[in-house]
């Protein structure tokens, strides 16, 4: 309910090249629709219930010459998604031989993980469907808004965690101008890291202590603050953790319901180098896992954003690294996938996804926060930090 309060909705993409017709994709979203049952419901009164209607969750078949991804980006992410009519809505951009399939899901249902396992699961019905055979795949029960292991390690927590205070003067992304409160249009900006930078990144975050979620992290601040008004020492930066899979790490990548917490690292010193930045971001991950914070911070959700300072950039990262389409898939080939995160806040949401080596951020922000100049400097900055320290 927190992440449907606050209107968090995803915008995924995968690319399947191979020749596949309108009725034989609505045909595959059926066959998807009985695996995962938690597709056909809708949200009444705080709780997930069955959805009657048999509308099509196929909602628009564009012709490549007449749509393009980036178009189809801008409508998604200024859509409104209902949640009281559907959990989830898919757009193609269809060629002869290839299609784009966009898919519109609230985060109170979708994570990177799921959304790669959903993506897969369609590809391997369109595959089903082309050569004639029916799906041999078993149904999932429908599931329960939380996890077991969720709820129990909530329950342990108790309620004597310290408020989160954070003083001083951070760096901000400057704001073009005060903002009436009216509608505002998100955007995004996308950043490509080809698998050779990629793997050099990887060996350069593991040989200085950290991750690549870490230095990803810490790169973006440094980007950050080149741009904030009067460079203050310290930034808040936020990091999606996977508290599910971080509790069960046998879990299999199924298409269950999201436990993922905001987690803000006050770092506290932006003239330290990147490398030393990024060790202070993943001790704080880990600590805040070991203590219990990190789920404090899953409780306190709703508060930790009320604040009228401008909250911290967030970026998500897939907790699998290296996306997989694990489906066989005989006749069609799934060429890419990708994700991104918007909702009614301040600072940019970056969603990171890696396939086939090649990593892609593609950063979605409020066009009334910040102007596409001010994001265009921050991800080429970003970009040429991380090239410097591999």
């Given amino acids: ?13 995968s690319s399947l090249r191979g020749a596949v017709d309108r009725a034989q994709f609505e045909a595959a979203v059926a066959h998807l629709e009985a695996r995962y049952g938690i597709l056909r419901s809708v949200v009444e ?3 997930f219930v069955g959805r009657v209607d048999d509308r099509s969750a196929v909602e628009s078949w564009w012709p490549a010459d007449s749509c393009s991804a980036e178009a189809m980006y801008a409508r998604l992410l200024n859509a409104d998604l209902d949640t009281g009519k559907t959990l989830y809505a898919i757009h193609v951009i269809a060629t002869d031989d290839a299609l784009d399939v966009f898919m519109l899901t609230s985060h109170a249902i979708t994570d990177a993980t799921s959304l790669v396992e959903l993506h897969s699961c369609l590809a391997h019905m369109c595959d089903g469907v082309v050569r004639g055979q029916v799906p041999a795949l078993g149904a999932q029960p429908f599931p329960i808004p ?28 400057p ?3 005060r903002h009436d409160g009216g509608p505002v249009t998100h955007r995004l900006e996308r950043v490509v890291i ?4 990629m793997h050099r990144m990887k060996t350069a975050s593991h040989a200085t202590g950290s991750s690549v979620h870490a230095l990803l992290l810490a790169a973006l ?8 008004d009067d460079h203050p020492r310290q930034i808040l930066m936020r990091s999606s953790v996977d508290m599910r899979r971080r509790l069960e790490p046998h879990i299999s990548p199924e298409l269950v319901f999201t436990a993922i917490t905001g987690h803000i690292t006050p770092v506290p010193d932006l003239d330290r180098p990147m490398v030393e930045i990024a060790r202070f971001i993943f001790d704080d991950i880990h600590q805040g896992l070991a203590n219990g914070s990190i789920f404090h911070d899953y409780i306190n959700y ?30 069609l080939a799934v060429t890419g996938f990708e994700y991104a995160l918007g909702w009614m806040k301040k600072f940019p949401n970056i969603s990171v996804s890696v396939y086939d080596g090649t990593l892609i951020a593609n950063i979605v922000y409020v066009e009334e926060f910040a102007t596409p100049a001010t994001i265009r400097a921050i991800s080429d900055d970003f970009v040429r930090r991380l090239d410097s320290v591999c």
């Avoid at 329950?155 to 001083?168: E, K, M």
């Avoid at 080809?194 to 930078?197: L, S, V």
């Avoid at 401008?310 to 389409?325: G, K, L, R, W």
Wanted: aromatic content about 6%; glycine content about 4%.
């Fill in 1 to 13: 309910m927190i992440y449907i309060a606050t209107r968090m909705i995803v915008v995924s993409r």
């Fill in 45 to 47: 009164d705080g709780h």
């Fill in 146 to 173: 939380v996890d077991d292991a969720v709820s129990c390690r909530l329950a342990a927590l108790g309620t004597d965690a310290p408020p989160s205070s954070y003083c001083g003067v951070f760096a901000e992304i």
């Fill in 175 to 177: 704001m073009p101008a």
């Fill in 194 to 197: 080809g698998a050779d930078a």
């Fill in 221 to 228: 601040a440094l980007a950050i603050r080149d741009v904030a």
């Fill in 302 to 331: 709703p508060k930790a954003f009320s604040s009228p300072r401008q909250s911290p950039v967030a970026i998500n990262v897939s907790d699998i690294q290296t996306v997989e389409f694990h489906w066989p898939v005989e006749r």
